[in-house]
């Protein structure tokens, strides 16, 4: 980024942080505290940390660009028509046409906002840590306040880097993006992949450690509020970067990084809180036998999510069938029927409770409805963006067999006992990517995990797919960095 944006971030960023916060977050309206005391107290701190889990439900991030739309259009997703009375830009990006203006300018809008919210992460740490603070935080919350910001930090790189930086299995030496480890108006240089591959991993871990007191340990996720009316920090951990969400953010970036080993180590770290019973497998009654109100993102199951009050007008906006002529993203039907949810080669199902809970047949083709409001809107799941989830843990653990993807096996078939179906034989890269679309579908992982793989992106059942290259998986810097 340019001096001029970056400052320009800082001065808006403050007032947005705090409009439209979601009853868990136990905040105060923007208005009711002096900027300048923003900072002078616990309540504060806090304040600021639930403003930017707040914006990244922004469109240019997760509330749209980072999950369900742009970088899942990217990844093959959806069938994109050529029809541009109806698809307008989006047939530019299925074809990775990242250069046309539209684009350059959408990219560019997820880039800065990514770095706002760092530089805000930064804010709080360098205050964090001034010695006149000390005094302000009562128990621990001074360590899970400031490993909540490193992990944040860590996270929106790593989806930067993801996104903007090289392949990073064949070029790991590569210049990618900045690493902004302070709140500074000075632009950062782009460092090589490794170096800020090597940033990534050591804020996590840094997380990891100040986290270590956690009650998501301890006492579980604590999904409701405190009975005697206290303060909500420490509850809703699901809904926070809690010590297991950090976890299983180092499975994912080890794996992506190479580092099989430690990534092995983490996911089975993550893949024992279902048997202690901290993210158990969902109920299948809660997904197949409540068909009015099913639990269609597996809640128990989601290690870190955001809360989005208006989690209903993503379904709105994308996805609902009643928008016709309007597009609709879906699945292509041939893959859908023949590939991902049919077919004994690649161990696709109907019977699949992802099958089962997600999609509604209508005619010929099949509507996603993971984000459809359910008939308790009230109810926390019913504003729920995952981002971290169990079942990517078992899929990262049997992808991460150094020796032999065969050795993997045991842990693709624990997923697909938990989700209604029977075992796979054997274990090759193309069925381990059939499981990692019906686990991940619909929240933003599927490109990067072609990329990581250096894999062809399955838009078809015919194999006329699009090759891995360098035109595909590396989107261009945004203007304002290279122009920097």
């Not at 409805?369 to 926390?380: A, P």
């Amino acid at each position: 980024m340019t001096k001029r944006t970056i400052y320009t971030i800082i001065l808006t960023l403050l007032p947005l942080c705090f409009c439209g916060c979601g009853k868990w977050l136990d905040i105060k309206p923007y208005d009711e505290m002096a900027e300048g005391d923003l900072l002078s107290t616990e309540n504060g701190f806090i304040r600021l940390l639930n403003g930017i889990y707040i914006e990244l439900n922004a469109e240019a991030l997760y509330g749209g660009a980072l999950t369900v739309e742009m970088v899942e259009i990217m990844g093959g997703a959806y069938a994109i028509g050529t029809d541009n009375a109806v698809w307008g830009n989006f047939s530019d990006l299925s074809e990775y046409k990242y250069g046309t203006d539209y684009w350059r300018q959408r990219f560019s809008s997820t880039w800065n906002k990514a770095y706002a919210m760092i530089l805000n992460c930064n804010l709080l740490l360098e205050n964090i840590d001034k010695e006149e603070k000390q005094h302000l935080f009562s128990g621990d919350n001074r360590n899970i306040i400031k490993g909540e910001a490193l992990a944040l930090r860590a996270m929106l790189h790593f989806d930067m880097l993801r996104m903007f930086g090289p392949v990073y299995s064949n070029s790991p030496e590569s210049l990618s993006i900045p690493y902004y480890m302070a709140y500074t108006t000075t632009p950062e240089a782009l460092l090589p992949a490794s170096e800020v591959a090597g940033k990534i991993v050591t804020d996590l871990k840094n997380a990891r450690i100040l986290l270590s007191s956690d009650p998501v340990r301890t006492e579980g996720t604590r999904m409701e509020a405190p009975a005697d009316g206290t303060s909500n920090f420490l509850y809703y951990r699901s809904l926070r970067l809690n010590y297991y969400a950090v976890t299983g953010l180092l499975a994912r970036a080890s794996l992506y990084f190479g580092d099989k080993a430690s990534a092995f180590a983490y996911a089975s770290e993550v893949i024992g809180t279902s048997a202690s019973g901290i993210f158990p497998f969902v109920d299948r009654t809660l997904v197949t036998g409540s068909p009015d109100d099913p639990d269609r993102i597996f809640s128990s199951e989601v290690i870190f999510a955001l809360s989005h009050a208006r989690r209903n007008e993503i379904f709105k906006n994308y996805f609902d069938p009643s928008r016709m002529p309007n597009y609709v993203f879906r699945m292509n039907n041939d893959v859908f029927s023949r590939l991902i949810y049919g077919g004994s080669l690649t161990g696709g199902s109907q019977d699949d409770y992802r099958c089962r809970a997600n999609w509604i047949a209508s005619g010929t083709n099949r509507y996603f409805y993971k984000y459809s409001d359910m008939v308790e809107t009230g109810n926390i799941r019913n504003t729920m963006i995952p981002l971290v989830r169990l079942g990517e843990m078992y899929l990262i653990a049997a992808e991460s067999q150094s020796e032999n993807l065969g050795n993997g096996l045991q842990y693709v078939n624990t997923l697909r006992s938990k989700r209604g179906v029977s075992s796979l034989p054997s274990l090759t890269r193309e069925l381990l990517q059939y499981e990692y679309i019906r686990e991940l579908y619909g929240e933003g992982q599927l490109f990067f995990m072609y990329k990581r793989m250096f894999a062809p992106i399955l838009k078809s059942a015919t194999g006329n797919d699009p090759q891995p290259s360098n035109e595909i998986f590396v989107v261009p810097l945004p203007d304002t960095e290279t122009q920097n």
